[in-house]
């Protein structure tokens, strides 16, 4: 091999960025913008335990998929699990990996040779030694992984709008991705990396944060630095830096090159405040608080006789009338006790039901 040529090995096999570029080059794509090449740094220099929160089409799966590819250039021994929310949306991400290995020429060393593993879910890499677990896998977040073993694990949109529209539907995926950790490998390189979108306040995301795991997310917006504690410290410091260097940034697009100001205006009319926020902004602070308006607080609670009640009430939702009952409503939402109940009763004149849209 050429002096030249082993510079170039060595530069792709310590430089995840520029491994990206030469990929983006050979699938005649532009150049990764910034915010692009912002996530790949994090998935190469990142802790082990981390969530890549991206707003929608920023192309986090793509830049995943060559960041697995990545791996296993560097260690052709790498195993990856891909965890999606349903079986095709994780057999899609093997699937564009697999072709790659056919499209880009410095990959072709990697192509799974005759009799190993070469399906659409699951395939080795050419100098893989024989292992149950093949070097790519996809499954579905229901599927059986246990006796799986892998040193990358990426669970790419776990969390959809059809499974986790419930409380107890969110606690199942929080359930199932307990499961990583029998299957990650005790080795110094082992890590699992999430990749999503909010679909609720009480995202499975929100709840991952709690074991450890690094969080860091990229708005199509740059927010105004006073609401960056909406976020709770995991804004991408790429965007808080440049929001609070330059005002004049705020509420513009940090993806120009792809999304105009116009073109999010557009979304979020379509999408509306809430889907907006979520979708493209990864704000949870208001998204099942708009989505299911009735709350408990908004109730007033109390001992009643079966036929008269006190003529006037005044609802508050003051903490020395909070009620200690079990509640099933959203994080943070409680019973609470009239401030003040007229003396005079009267007998019932009717009865109101209000369903929650």
Same mark, same amino acid.
């Not at 040779?113 to 292992?131: L, Y």
């Given at each position: 091999?050429?002096?030249?040529?082993?510079?170039?090995?060595?530069?792709?096999?310590? #430089?995840?960025?520029?491994?990206?570029?030469?990929?983006?080059?050979?699938?005649?794509?532009?150049?990764?913008?910034?915010?692009?090449?912002?996530?790949?740094?994090?998935?190469?220099?990142?802790? $082990?335990? $981390?969530? %890549?929160?991206?707003?929608? =089409?920023?192309? $986090?799966?793509? *830049?995943?998929?060559?960041?697995?590819?990545?791996?296993?250039?560097?260690?052709?021994?790498?195993?990856?699990?891909?965890?999606?929310?349903?079986?095709?949306?994780? =057999?899609?991400?093997?699937?564009?990996?697999?072709?790659?290995?056919?499209?880009?020429?410095?990959?072709?060393?990697?192509?799974?040779?005759?009799?190993?593993?070469?399906?659409?879910?699951?395939?080795?890499?050419?100098?893989?030694?024989?292992?149950?677990?093949?070097?790519?896998?996809?499954?579905?977040?229901?599927?059986?992984?246990? =006796?799986?073993?892998?040193?990358?694990? *990426?669970? #790419?949109?776990?969390? %959809?709008?059809?499974?986790? @529209?419930?409380?107890?539907?969110?606690?199942?995926?929080?359930?199932?991705?307990?499961?990583?950790?029998?299957?990650?490998?005790?080795?110094?390189?082992?890590?699992?990396?999430?990749?999503?979108?909010?679909?609720?306040?009480?995202?499975?995301?929100?709840?991952?944060? +709690?074991?450890?795991?690094? %969080?860091?997310?990229?708005?199509?917006?740059?927010?105004?630095?006073?609401?960056?504690?909406?976020?709770?410290?995991?804004?991408?410091?790429?965007?808080?830096?440049?929001?609070?260097?330059?005002?004049?940034?705020?509420?513009?697009?940090?993806?120009?090159? &792809?999304?105009?100001?116009?073109?999010?205006?557009?979304? &979020?009319?379509?999408?509306?405040?809430?889907?907006? =926020?979520?979708?493209?902004?990864?704000?949870?602070?208001?998204?099942?608080? +708009?989505?299911?308006?009735?709350?408990?607080?908004?109730?007033?609670?109390?001992?009643?006789?079966?036929?008269?009640?006190?003529?006037?009430?005044?609802?508050?939702?003051?903490?020395?009338?909070?009620? #200690?009952?079990?509640?099933?409503?959203?994080?943070?939402?409680?019973?609470?006790?009239?401030?003040?109940?007229?003396? @005079?009763?009267? @007998?019932?004149?009717?009865? %109101?039901?209000?369903?929650?849209?």
């Amino acid at each position: 091999m050429k002096q030249r040529e082993k510079e170039l090995e060595h530069r792709l096999k310590t #430089d995840f960025v520029f491994f990206l570029t030469v990929i983006w080059k050979y699938k005649k794509l532009p150049k990764p913008t910034p915010i692009q090449i912002d996530i790949a740094k994090y998935l190469q220099h990142g802790p $082990k335990r $981390k969530i %890549v929160m991206a707003f929608r =089409g920023v192309g $986090k799966s793509w *830049i995943t998929v060559a960041y697995a590819l990545w791996r296993l250039y560097c260690d052709p021994q790498t195993r990856v699990l891909v965890v999606s929310a349903s079986s095709t949306r994780s =057999g899609n991400f093997t699937d564009f990996a697999r072709r790659l290995l056919e499209e880009i020429p410095f990959l072709h060393f990697l192509r799974p040779r005759k009799g190993q593993r070469d399906t659409k879910i699951a395939f080795d890499v050419g100098p893989a030694d024989s292992d149950d677990s093949p070097s790519i896998r996809s499954v579905g977040i229901k599927s059986q992984i246990t =006796g799986s073993r892998a040193d990358l694990i *990426i669970a #790419d949109d776990i969390e %959809v709008t059809n499974n986790s @529209e419930t409380q107890l539907a969110r606690e199942k995926i929080a359930e199932a991705v307990k499961e990583f950790d029998a299957v990650l490998k005790p080795n110094k390189e082992a890590g699992i990396t999430y990749l999503g979108t909010p679909q609720t306040e009480m995202s499975v995301y929100n709840t991952l944060s +709690e074991r450890n795991y690094s %969080v860091r997310v990229w708005t199509a917006l740059y927010p105004d630095p006073s609401e960056f504690p909406k976020w709770k410290g995991r804004l991408a410091p790429f965007i808080e830096e440049k929001a609070s260097n330059n005002l004049a940034l705020v509420g513009r697009t940090t993806e120009p090159r &792809r999304f105009t100001d116009s073109n999010l205006a557009e979304r &979020r009319l379509s999408y509306g405040t809430s889907g907006f =926020g979520l979708q493209f902004m990864l704000d949870t602070s208001l998204s099942d608080a +708009e989505r299911y308006p009735l709350k408990l607080a908004d109730l007033m609670a109390m001992s009643l006789d079966l036929k008269r009640a006190p003529i006037d009430l005044a609802w508050c939702n003051s903490t020395d009338k909070v009620i #200690d009952v079990p509640t099933l409503g959203l994080d943070g939402d409680r019973f609470y006790s009239p401030m003040w109940m007229d003396k @005079e009763m009267a @007998e019932y004149t009717g009865s %109101v039901m209000f369903i929650d849209p």
